[in-house]
């Protein structure tokens, strides 16, 4: 009854949007909000078309879908490293409730900010809103260090959705991954405030008083200072269930492995994130790692390959950042490649730059710059292979 009525409300007022009608300036905006309630009621009249139940809002809300575990772990996460500095035992609803109230601002300010700005781009081109910022809208605050400054995220997000987004023309355009685009910029232009020990944890960056000798050091952070002890805050060694688990300082939606897997088995489950993508970061990430302790020398070479896949953003970014399908390769086998790349890039950067040790938002960034050259050598080496066998066959 009540979608009923809703869908007839706003049958009865669209013909205020509609060409000669008194709101005709607004009908993009119009249009978002309809087609987020309901499925657009356009159809194909001619030619041969493939037709789908599922539409683009639909795949961006799936994906969005998939970072909830992240998210909800990152919120808890949040109060328990808050907790855990002050040496406070607390329940599990006061923890939640403590990370929700820290994160779920940063969430409101990168959907305001974002969404604000592509709906006045789709005012100025009379176009439709672009719904790939339903995801970015997620992205973005789950990269980032809970301590981060509202106004700071506000900023990164107007400059991914101007210069990383609309200069190119909308979702489906760009060139770079708009939620990396906005975690680069603060990372170059903010860097204390998405680097260093303080940042990870909440009120940490504003002076909270801790238990003596606390340190908010991400595992990261003290492998690039070559210690070869991964510790907690109060100096107690890291297992790898707390690795894997997530019950360390990190990005808001980056510490649980575990929460980041279940979304990549809901994305692969529904078909909207590659596995073959997924599977190479990995493999590139494990490969690389396998090498670099053949060498050893610090801390970071001889990190076990398998710990570089579960602490930073790696997890992370193999399956919510190196998936995004405008971004990533196109071709079958060039998401192999991509993936492969960018779990090899990832590792080499962390070790041989201790100035930053997370190297996954790098990596990710430089393989969205070379995924249409990897597409485009594929396809010529498909071309020459069918002219071959042309040849051979005549």
């Given amino acids: 009854?009540?979608?009923?009525?809703?869908?007839?409300?706003?049958?009865?007022?669209?013909?205020?949007?509609e060409k000669g009608g008194k709101f005709h300036f607004l009908k993009s905006t119009f249009?978002?909000?309809?087609?987020?309630?309901?499925?657009?009621?356009?159809?194909?009249?001619?030619?041969a078309h493939i037709r789908d139940a599922n539409d683009m809002k639909r795949a961006m809300i799936l994906v969005v879908m998939a970072m909830i575990p992240a998210l909800l772990f990152g919120m808890w996460n949040t109060g328990y490293q808050h907790f855990f500095?002050?040496?406070?035992?607390?329940?599990?609803?006061?923890?939640?409730?403590?990370?929700?109230?820290?994160?779920?601002?940063?969430?409101?300010?990168?959907?305001?900010?974002?969404?604000g700005i592509e709906f006045v781009f789709a005012?100025?081109?009379?176009?439709?809103?672009?719904?790939?910022?339903?995801?970015?809208?997620?992205?973005?605050?789950?990269?980032?260090?809970?301590?981060?400054?509202?106004?700071?995220?506000?900023?990164?997000t107007a400059f991914a959705v101007i210069i990383g987004k609309e200069v190119f023309g909308g979702s489906g355009m760009n060139i770079l991954n708009p939620a990396l685009t906005a975690r680069a910029f603060l990372f170059f232009a903010y860097p204390t405030w998405m680097s260093g020990d303080k940042v990870w944890v909440a009120g940490l960056a504003n002076g909270m008083e801790t238990v003596d000798g606390y340190s908010g050091a991400t595992i990261l952070g003290q492998a690039a200072q070559n210690k070869d002890t991964l510790v907690n805050g109060l100096g107690e060694p890291y297992s790898?269930?707390?690795?894997?688990?997530?019950t360390i300082p990190g990005s808001i939606g980056e510490t649980s492995t575990i929460a980041i897997l279940l979304g990549a088995i809901?994305?692969?489950?529904?078909?909207?994130?590659?596995?073959?993508?997924?599977?190479?970061?990995?493999?590139?990430?494990?490969?690389?790692?396998?090498?670099?302790?053949?060498?050893?020398?610090?801390?970071?070479?001889?990190?076990?390959f398998w710990q570089h896949l579960i602490v930073g953003g790696f997890a992370f970014g193999a399956v919510f950042m190196a998936t995004d399908p405008v971004s990533a390769?196109?071709?079958?086998?060039?998401?192999?490649?991509?993936?492969?790349?960018?779990?090899?890039?990832?590792?080499?950067?962390?070790?041989?730059?201790?100035?930053?040790?997370?190297?996954?938002m790098l990596a990710i960034l430089l393989m969205n710059v070379f995924a249409p050259l990897i597409d485009h050598y594929v396809l010529e080496a498909n071309i020459r292979k069918r002219l071959k066998r042309a040849k051979v066959q005549a």
């Fill in 240 to 246: 790898a269930w707390d690795m894997f688990l997530g």
């Fill in 1 to 17: 009854m009540l979608v009923n009525a809703l869908r007839r409300y706003i049958d009865k007022i669209k013909p205020n949007v």
């Fill in 266 to 304: 809901f994305l692969i489950f529904v078909g909207v994130g590659s596995w073959k993508v997924i599977l190479s970061v990995f493999a590139g990430g494990a490969a690389m790692g396998l090498l670099l302790n053949a060498f050893g020398g610090n801390a970071l070479l001889d990190m076990p």
């Fill in 329 to 360: 390769a196109q071709t079958e086998k060039g998401k192999w490649i991509y993936g492969f790349l960018i779990g090899i890039l990832a590792v080499l950067i962390r070790v041989f730059n201790p100035g930053y040790p997370e190297g996954m």
């Fill in 31 to 47: 249009e978002g909000f309809e087609t987020f309630l309901f499925v657009p009621n356009t159809v194909t009249t001619s030619g």
């Fill in 85 to 115: 500095a002050q040496g406070i035992e607390a329940g599990f609803w006061e923890t939640f409730w403590f990370g929700f109230l820290r994160v779920f601002p940063i969430i409101v300010v990168s959907y305001v900010t974002g969404l």
């Fill in 123 to 156: 005012q100025i081109r009379g176009h439709e809103i672009n719904e790939g910022f339903l995801v970015s809208g997620m992205l973005i605050p789950l990269v980032m260090p809970v301590d981060v400054p509202l106004w700071m995220v506000a900023v990164a």
